[in-house]
Structure formats: structure tokens, C-alpha cells
């Protein structure tokens, strides 16, 4: 177990979509598992930030791989979303010229949080009437919906690392986060690095974390073409090793046999970053996919034992944690499994955790 800077290193990142998972993914690998370490690392250390990052993903990543995954991922993310804004102002008819018209509301949201020293993208909007304006998406079809002009803009500028997300207005489940422009929150802004070289770095650390495992599995999790997946895994070092008759791929200095730890017990949290570490999920997961995760491929709360999925968790609004082993594991296994439940009850206390992408079995044992 470690402190959740080094957990948030070693797994290059703590799924940061779900505000919840972020806390629970960091209590079951830190030493001491106390929300406010967590919010000390994230909001008084920025010894943590949030950002955008693989497979357009939010993840809480450690300042000093902040510039890694920016250069690796995000920019080319900032590339599309960009483009993005300009044709739904286009659509919506907002200006004549709409990257020009894109910039200026740009600088008056950067103005804003510039003299406000951190505000929410309501309080931004106030600043100028056009950050207010609502844009309509995907018209005339029946998902249909509305969002503000400052929540696309304050996107893009995250994305292009001018803006970052701070302290969120409530507890640490809530999702409504303040803006700080990114020198006034870390000084210095986020460090430079090429795409190459970021893209080497992002994948050997992912395969020091989570290898031996597939190029499939490196192509999903960073959410890059192949055309840079390849290059990167070759600079990386890795060789290929045989995984039970598929190619896989492992660092050169990760050769040895690692001896087997303890069995244990965990209830790791929805969006966990082990659970969601590779594309092929068998060999942890075994069949139980269907009752696991959604359609679009997000986990739900899953209970391991000894380095597998046995089955799901879930809490009730009463507070009350609920479980569902899958499989037979033993007596002893489920004893532990129990054991790992009252742990988790006593440390959420009063606070109650409904994941944001509900699964079959969540839902089922939550009715």
C-alpha cells in the first residue's frame, strides 16, 4: 500500500469521470486511506491534477506526468474538440466568423478566471452574455440536448493545458468543480514534452503497471492510433513474450518470475483503474462481463479475491453495502470478502456513492 500521489504514479492515473472513484480507487491502495489526504494532495499539495487524457478519459494524474499525457494525448484531443466547437457555433448561426468569435470568448473566460482566482463555469458565465448562450446538440433526434457555450469553451481550454479543474463546490463526490487558470495553480504551467517522446514514456510506465499484455491492450488503453502505438512500444524497450498463445508484450527489465503474494481481498469501486487496465479482460474477469459492466463498456463496482473478479458491490441509500460473490470462493475467501465489506461501510460513514454509469448487477442489488 502507498500514498495516493505514488498509487495515482503507479497506475498512471486514477479514473477521474466518476468524482467517487478517484477516493475510493486511492482507499484501497494507500496506507492510510483518509479522504483528506486525498483532497490535501489535490487541492493544497497540486501534488495531483485532473485532466483529459487517454481515450478522451478523465484521470488524476500526478503533477510530474501532467505534461506526459498532455503531449501524448491530450493535445491531439484539443485538435478535435476545437474543431468540434467551431462547427457547433457554425450550426448554430452564433457568429460569421466562428474561430475568431471562439477566441474572444476564450479570452474573456481566461479573463474571468483570472480576476476571480478560481470560479465555476456559472459564476465564469456571468462575465460575458455570449458564455451564457445555450448551443442545441444533435437536433431533431430523440437524445436531444442543450449545453452552455462555457462549458464547451472551458473543455477546449483544459484541453490545450491553459485551465485546470480545482476544488469542487461541496463534498468529495460532488462534480462541480472551480476553474483556475493553470499558472495560478501550478506555477511554472505543465511541462514540455514532445509527442514522442510522451507517447515512450506514457507506455513504458503503463507497462511497468499493468504488462505483460497484448499491443491490443496498449492501443485501448492509451487511445492512440496504431501508427503510434508501434513506434512507442519499440522505444519503450518492450519484448514479446508468449501469453498462454497470444503475443504479449513485457519491459525488458520485467523478465523474472514474480512470486505469488497472499490471497486477497478488495471492492475496488466503478471505472476502478485495474479493473478498466486492459481491452482483453478475461483472465481477471472470466465471465462475468455481462453482469459487470455497461453496453459501453464501463465497470461497475467489483469485489477480487486473490487477483480475480468474484463478483459485484453496490450501496443502498440507506448507507448499507451490499455484495454478490459470482462464484464459489470458500469460506475463507468469503470471510475476508465480508470482512473488506464492514471495513468500507465504516469508512464511507454517512455518505452514500451511486456510481455515474449504473451496471445490471448494481442496479439489481440497489433496488
Known amino acids: 500500500r502507498a ?3 505514488e498509487a495515482a504514479g503507479v497506475l498512471v492515473g486514477l479514473h477521474g469521470t466518476d468524482p467517487a472513484t478517484v477516493y475510493l480507487a486511492a482507499r484501497a491502495r494507500m496506507r492510510v486511506p483518509e479522504v483528506a489526504a486525498v483532497e490535501r494532495a489535490l487541492y493544497d499539495d497540486r501534488a495531483l491534477v485532473r485532466l483529459l487524457g487517454m481515450r478522451r478519459t478523465m484521470f488524476v494524474e500526478p503533477v510530474e506526468l501532467m505534461g506526459v499525457v498532455q503531449a501524448a494525448c491530450t ?15 457554425t450550426k448554430a448561426g452564433l457568429a460569421d466568423d466562428p474561430p475568431a468569435w471562439i477566441e474572444e470568448v476564450e479570452e474573456a473566460a481566461v479573463k474571468a478566471l483570472k480576476a476571480s482566482a478560481g470560479a465555476t463555469a456559472a459564476e ?3 462575465y460575458d452574455p455570449r ?12 437524445y436531444e440536448g442543450r449545453q452552455s457555450v462555457v462549458s464547451r469553451v472551458l473543455l477546449l481550454l483544459a484541453a490545450e493545458g491553459r485551465i485546470v479543474r480545482g476544488r469542487p463546490r461541496g463534498s468529495w463526490v460532488s462534480g462541480q468543480y472551480q476553474w483556475s487558470v493553470v499558472d495560478d495553480w501550478l506555477p511554472g504551467g505543465v511541462p514540455e514534452w514532445s509527442r514522442k517522446e510522451a507517447q515512450t514514456e506514457l507506455v513504458r510506465r503503463w507497462l511497468a503497471a499493468f504488462g505483460p499484455a497484448t499491443m491490443a491492450d496498449v492501443k485501448w488503453w492509451t487511445g492512440l492510433p496504431m501508427g503510434q502505438v508501434r513506434p ?4 519503450a524497450g518492450a519484448v514479446e513474450v508468449d501469453l498462454d498463445g497470444t503475443p504479449g508484450l513485457v519491459l525488458t527489465d520485467d523478465l523474472d518470475p514474480v512470486p505469488a503474494p497472499e490471497p486477497w481481498a478488495a471492492l475496488l469501486p466503478s471505472l476502478d483503474p485495474t479493473t478498466m487496465g486492459w481491452a482483453g479482460r478475461d483472465f481477471y474477469l472470466g465471465p462475468h462481463r455481462t453482469a459487470l459492466f455497461d453496453r459501453n463498456g464501463n465497470a461497475g463496482p467489483t469485489i477480487w479475491w486473490d487477483g480475480r473478479v468474484v463478483g459485484g458491490w453496490a450501496q ?3 448507507g448499507e453495502v451490499v455484495l454478490r460473490l459470482l462464484e464459489d470462493v470458500g469460506a475463507h475467501a468469503t470471510a475476508a470478502i465480508d470482512a473488506e465489506a464492514a471495513r468500507l461501510a465504516d469508512w464511507l ?3 452514500t456513492v451511486t456510481p455515474r454509469f449504473r451496471t445490471p448487477l448494481e442496479r439489481e442489488l440497489c433496488a
Open 3 to 5: 500514498g495516493v500521489v
Open 75 to 89: 493535445d491531439a484531443i484539443a485538435v478535435q474538440q476545437r474543431r468540434l466547437l467551431v462547427d457547433m457555433v
Open 124 to 126: 465564469i458565465a456571468k
Open 131 to 142: 458564455l451564457a448562450t445555450q448551443i442545441v446538440l444533435a437536433e431533431g433526434k430523440p
Open 232 to 235: 512507442a512500444v519499440d522505444t
Open 316 to 318: 443502498r441509500r440507506t
Open 349 to 351: 460513514g454517512p455518505v
